[in-house]
């Protein structure tokens, strides 16, 4: 069931790298780099069951399909009211497991009902903060689109789409791309440049909170890229793997917005997906079987320690991540 969207992913962004005039990957630094990292980290990814709804069977598919659907807004977060000693996006997790706990699964019917005041409610939010606004504008649009899509498509079933992917997390992630805001491609000197962020980490989800079993099961999962966001560049620039020109880098230093869609956004996003392929190859060389979406796990936790969260990453304000 061959899609070859992920081939698409890699060669575009190989391409974009190796013509980026914003962002360059250290490719001396690579070797010493890769000796450097806790590779067990990227061989022993879970899910906190704190902030995550599991164990659940069928509804947890169902938890996790809705929780990815929101997984953006990353340039909203410094005016989300955040849990205390939470990031971003461990708050809305929170928040919709605390949801599931309480009432259980959102249903495909309910999820087309749903109002940007409703996402206000449900996730904690000041009604009266117009960029936050702006985001629960799209969580319910997106929502709004996961349940008119699974209730035309699916019957209402959840577990039915993940099912029609027949194990393939590439097939998971055309399916997922129907839907709008999952359609993570962007332009670039006139080359499409796919991401699919969000529609491959669903599939990577689902896999851990399955422990690779049943409705976690996908047979290609090796194939999956990084889920090219703003936290693995920001590692990457901090750890000397991703250098930016000057004034993108003030400008990002700074806290100004970087816009989606533009020409530094996208460097950013391939340089760090080609470079994570590279560094594979490199542990790969070494004698470690580690994947590319092992190392986002890796990359993105390394992202969680005070020394990266003092440092101010790229913010763009998108529905990709």
Wanted: hydrophobic share 40%.
């Amino acid at each position: 069931m061959g899609t070859r969207l992920l081939k698409q992913v890699r060669t575009a962004c190989k391409t974009v790298a190796e013509r980026a005039a914003h962002v360059q990957i250290n490719y001396d630094f690579i070797p010493s780099y890769v000796q450097s990292l806790p590779i067990e980290t990227a061989l022993a990814p879970a899910h906190d069951p704190e902030c995550h709804y599991l164990g659940h069977d069928d509804h947890t598919a169902t938890f996790f399909l809705t929780l990815d659907t929101i997984n953006f807004g990353s340039g909203y977060f410094p005016h989300l009211h955040k849990r205390a000693g939470m990031s971003g996006y461990f708050t809305i997790a929170s928040c919709l497991n605390d949801l599931f706990k309480k009432q259980g699964p959102l249903s495909a019917q309910a999820l087309q009902q749903l109002t940007p005041q409703d996402c206000t409610r449900i996730f904690g939010q000041d009604p009266d903060s117009k960029p936050i606004g702006e985001l629960m504008q799209l969580f319910a649009k997106a929502l709004n689109d996961l349940g008119w899509y699974v209730q035309q498509d699916f019957n209402g079933s959840f577990k039915a789409l993940i099912k029609a992917a027949d194990t393939s997390a590439e097939r998971l992630m055309q399916l997922l791309i129907r839907m709008p805001y999952f359609y993570d491609v962007a332009l670039y000197d006139e080359i499409e440049v796919p991401f699919y962020k969000r529609a491959q980490l669903t599939a990577a989800d689902l896999s851990l909170a399955f422990s690779g079993q049943g409705l976690g099961r996908f047979n290609d999962l090796k194939k999956l890229t990084i889920f090219a966001d703003n936290l693995v560049p920001h590692v990457l620039r901090v750890d000397s793997i991703l250098l930016y020109e000057e004034e993108l880098g003030s400008h990002i230093d700074a806290g100004k917005l970087v816009m989606a869609g533009s020409d530094e956004e996208i460097e950013i996003r391939a340089c760090a997906l080609y470079a994570v392929e590279l560094l594979k190859e490199e542990f790969i060389r070494s004698g470690h079987n580690i994947t590319s979406m092992g190392l986002d796990f890796l990359l993105w936790n390394r992202g969680q320690q005070p020394a990266y969260k003092s440092i101010p990453r790229h913010r763009s304000r998108t529905v990709s991540y």
